[in-house]
């Protein structure tokens, strides 16, 4: 078995990456590779893996969805409540990983997680379908739960609450974004020569460099 899971590999052949095709902001190049995998058709081309450590200093992982990005960072939507709503709570510090393995790409993120404005928060709750936000009022999330019925019959509770009302947010939930010190992005070469080219935030200007496979 461990043969087997050590011969599996793929050697990356589709693209190169130069400094000279880097633009010199680290969102311009964001918005190029990210109009680029939504024209790529990718699978819930959105999802990222964010990384926090929790209150005890243990590094946690989980996929969530990016809802949203600018020059200022990049944003997703969480029970503030939830593990990694805690863990941000007390280390802010923070990474996200894309990875879009059919244009052999990765973009590596580090930096600092806000909350963001409760208008904002307003504003994107509401263009949710009205069973999401039923789902957000419903779910504990991260707490332990007896059995699935929990949840079933806080659904049913929410729902009739909110029947004939608008469904608004709850406190607890809401959007954070991760403004960006680091920015690697990773483009998969031959023979596990890849291209890596890093922007680093010094003084308040963007820094670009080559970082060796």
């Keep these: 078995m461990m043969d087997a899971i050590a011969d599996i590999r793929k050697d990356y052949k589709l693209k190169s990456f130069a400094e000279a095709d880097a633009a010199d902001s680290p969102f311009d190049q964001f918005t190029q590779w990210w109009n680029e995998a939504i024209a790529s058709n990718i699978d819930e081309v959105n999802a990222m893996t964010l990384a926090t450590a929790s209150p005890e200093g243990y590094p946690t992982a989980r996929i969530v969805l990016l809802k949203g990005f600018n020059e200022k960072g990049f944003e997703f939507y969480t029970n503030y409540e939830s593990n990694k709503g805690k863990s941000i709570a007390a280390n802010n510090k923070v990474a996200l990983v894309f990875f879009w393995k059919e244009l052999e790409r990765q973009i590596r993120v580090e930096g600092i997680a806000e909350q963001l404005p409760e208008a904002t928060s307003d504003a994107y709750f509401m263009s949710r379908p009205a069973t999401s936000r039923i789902g957000a009022w419903s779910s504990p999330q991260s707490s332990v739960i ?47 020569l890849h291209d890596r080219i890093e922007y680093r935030l010094h003084n308040g200007q963007w820094l670009k460099q080559r970082l060796a496979p």
């Excluded at 009739?160 to 991760?178: D, L, N």
């Design 146 to 192: 007896p059995s699935r019925n929990i949840i079933d019959e806080n659904v049913k509770a929410i729902t009739q609450q909110f029947e004939g009302k608008e469904i608004t947010r709850p406190p607890f939930w809401g959007g954070y974004i991760v403004k960006p010190v680091v920015i690697e992005f990773w483009q998969g070469r031959s023979s596990r």
